[in-house]
């Protein structure tokens, strides 16, 4: 059955792409859920009509994606793992592991299944992993996985500026 999207769908397509999909998909999920409508005719006409407000969100959420890749080019998603001798890992960093990363780290919403991974992370170290944001635009993460009780990237304490600053202050 050939059906418009209403919205974005991850295996499908974009919002107003036409595409073919199952009858029974289409009539039991996608058309109760109102994320496609059959395409008629009437629907295909009113598609064209829609082009260009489909063509401004898209162009919203390009540029919205392309600042979102700047703001995680900058920083680094400190992941923290159990470590064993040699600085290997404990199992492995995962999609989701780095997804959770920025989440919290960041307040940025991505999904693990955006997250491309090249060669499982086992070991400690400084990594550069691709994120898909949206259709062309994808992000390159810095990734620095550290063990539990290491203390490298750990958040300096107000006692420290200030011990430092004490220690500048005494005339010796």
């Given at each position: ?39 008629t ?50 199992g ?45 635009v ?28 004490a ?6």
């Amino acid at each position: 059955m050939e059906v418009i999207l209403l919205d974005d769908i991850i295996s499908l397509g974009h919002e107003g792409d036409v595409v073919e999909v199952a009858d029974g998909y289409a009539r039991n999920y996608l058309i109760p859920q109102k994320l496609v409508v059959k395409a008629t005719a009437g629907n295909l006409k009113q598609l064209e009509y829609r082009r260009s407000a489909i063509r401004d969100r898209e162009n919203k959420k390009r540029i919205q994606a392309l600042e979102l890749a700047e703001t995680l080019k900058e920083e680094s998603i400190i992941i923290r793992a159990p470590v064993g001798e040699g600085g290997r890992l404990h199992g492995e960093v995962t999609a989701q592991n780095i997804a959770d990363a920025v989440a919290e780290q960041h307040g940025i919403e991505i999904s693990r299944h955006d997250v491309d991974i090249p060669t499982p992370i086992r070991e400690k170290g400084n990594y550069l992993i691709s994120a898909s944001l949206y259709k062309e635009v994808a992000a390159e993460l810095p990734v620095r996985v550290i063990g539990l009780d290491d203390e490298e990237n750990a958040e300096p304490t107000i006692e420290q500026p200030n011990e430092v600053a004490a220690e500048e202050e005494s005339p010796v």
